[in-house]
């Protein structure tokens, strides 16, 4: 087997397994049996198994990170170089959710296996989301232009918020449609990101809570 075929099949047969079995259940030796190759093969190419979920995490995660700034370069560019705060925030959870919702897209390795990467905190993940936030930093600085009267802190937990809402979406699918008895339509995946927009575009547009002053006071006189 040709090195770059032997690369493929073994990066092919991680992601079929993780997606359908999760990271801590599979093994090398499940791999290299899923992929026809021997181990000595997964070694030389990448070295160990946190590599191999690496690869297959930062490859996924490139396709979905240049459709983001993809989206945010034209809305910036429309707006002449200030775009709308809820086109921002549907460049930066659109993608994620079109990418891991819906019936077709929910079917597939590389849904299923970015699914996996959102419920199961594996160390080699971990790592790379908190090393890679580049992309995020030019969604924050496109935000703070949307939004000149905010903070900064403001706009990045705004940030956070938005994503959050999105990844738990992801993670919960399953039971917020047993929940809702079916009346949440997970699979209208554009109705999902339009709700996921309005209520981050809300959070970060009301006027600021003006109730945290007085509470701290209430928990100051209660003592």
């Known amino acids: 087997m040709a090195s770059d075929h032997t690369r493929s099949a073994i990066l092919a047969a991680a ?25 000595a093969a ?9 590599e191999l979920i690496a690869e297959l995490f930062v490859t996924r995660s490139i396709a979905t990170n240049r459709e983001r700034l993809r989206e945010l ?10 775009a709308p705060i809820e086109v ?22 590389a849904a299923r296996f970015m699914i996996r990467a959102s419920i199961e905190s594996v160390p080699p993940i971990r790592r790379i989301k908190n090393r890679e936030i580049d992309h995020l930093r ?6 703070r232009r949307s939004l000149p ?21 992801i993670r919960e699918s399953e039971r917020l449609t047993k929940l809702s008895e079916g009346k949440c339509d997970l699979d209208d ?10 209520v981050a575009t809300m959070a ?3 006027g600021k809570a003006e109730a945290k002053a007085p509470a701290r006071a209430l928990a100051r006189d209660a003592r």
């Open 88 to 109: 921002i925030l549907r460049a930066l959870v659109g993608p994620t959710l079109r990418g891991c919702l819906g019936p077709e897209n929910q079917r597939s390795t």
């Open 189 to 198: 995946v554009e109705d999902v990101v339009d709700r996921v927009v309005s």
């Open 204 to 206: 970060l547009t009301a």
């Open 149 to 169: 009267d905010r903070s900064d802190v403001d706009i990045y937990w705004g940030l956070n918020f938005a994503l959050a809402m999105a990844h738990h979406t």
């Open 73 to 82: 370069k034209a809305a910036e560019e429309d707006g002449g170089g200030r």
């Open 15 to 39: 992601e079929r397994l993780y997606a359908d079995r999760g990271f801590g259940d599979v093994t090398l030796r499940d791999i290299v049996a899923e992929a026809g190759v021997n181990l």
């Open 138 to 143: 030019k969604f924050a600085g496109a935000m």
């Open 42 to 50: 997964v070694n030389y190419h990448f070295g160990s198994k946190d």
